[in-house]
């Protein structure tokens, strides 16, 4: 089994090294900054300039995206004058990816040299003072996956064996969004802890109390393999949560996926414009 775990790794680290070449190669600029684009959520790269869109099947090893509302698309150019990457769309465990695969986008990006990911996805609510619409800023996440982007041999030159999460969230970057949100004049935007599950299958009502009491105050099925990774790779993190519905399981309706991505692009504009102003103080 070591042995079987010591080859995938190194099959793992030649894929990822074989990427990073690939788009070394066809990348005008490096990217500084990445924005990871989640569901419903695919239109930040329409602010982009001197951009160059490239397909994930077009991306060597890169996996492809199965759920409609994520393009599938690395856009690289200037946001907000910024040397940035926008990945339009992920990839997530219920899709039959492992945590390590749902992350390779973010080690290939800090292999060419990011330092700041902002992570993004649409979310339940499960905080009752919250409204649908807001933007969480999160600041803590729990990872109810049962994998681990790090599980099997470490890469050295990646990163530590067992590395810090004291502060998964960067301090700064956090502040800088609350700022941001102050400047914009957007007052729904909270901070708080994103669980992560592993879906498809939304949440029951005796799963939405549980989360509740173990601290989560939204809840969403992708992200922290991403954010693991990134900060692995020794990148700052910023994530952004639209809360697109609240979950009360005392009041329990019926969540609708199609709901979920409607609210998320209504909030969309905010979020874009939360994001232009976080990018252009960087």
């Not at 907000?80 to 290939?108: I, N, T």
């Not at 939405?208 to 990134?230: F, Q």
């Not at 996926?257 to 252009?280: K, N, T, W």
């Amino acid at each position: 089994m070591a042995q079987h775990d010591e080859l995938d790794i190194q099959l793992h680290k030649q894929q990822a090294e074989e990427a990073t070449a690939f788009l070394r190669a066809r990348l005008p600029v490096l990217p500084e900054v990445l924005i990871q684009l989640g569901t419903g959520l695919g239109g930040l790269a329409a602010a982009m300039t001197e951009s160059i869109s490239i397909p994930y099947k077009d991306i060597p090893h890169f996996p492809r995206s199965t759920v409609t509302t994520h393009a599938g698309n690395l856009v690289c150019g200037k946001l907000a004058g910024k040397p940035a990457a926008v990945l339009q769309g992920r990839f997530h465990y219920y899709e039959g990816y492992s945590a390590r695969e749902v992350g390779f986008p973010l080690r290939v990006l800090s292999l060419l040299g990011v330092r700041t990911a902002i992570i993004t996805n649409a979310a339940g609510g499960l905080n009752p003072a919250w409204q649908a619409g807001s933007i969480m800023i999160c600041n803590d996440h729990l990872n109810l996956l049962p994998d681990n982007p790090l599980r099997g041999p470490n890469v050295d030159e990646w990163g530590p064996r067992f590395p810090d999460f004291s502060q998964p969230y960067s301090a700064e970057l956090r502040e800088l969004a609350g700022q941001a949100a102050s400047r914009l004049g957007f007052t729904e935007v909270c901070s708080g802890t994103y669980v992560c599950i592993p879906g498809p299958s939304l949440e029951t009502p005796a799963e939405t109390r549980m989360l509740r009491l173990l601290g989560a105050d939204a809840v969403g099925m992708s992200s922290v393999p991403e954010v693991i990774t990134a900060l692995h790779g020794g990148l700052r993190v910023l994530g952004l949560s639209v809360i697109a519905n609240l979950n009360d399981p005392d009041k329990f309706v019926p969540i609708l996926i199609e709901d979920i991505v409607a609210a998320a692009q209504r909030a969309e504009p905010r979020l874009q414009e939360l994001i232009l102003d976080i990018v252009r103080e960087l």
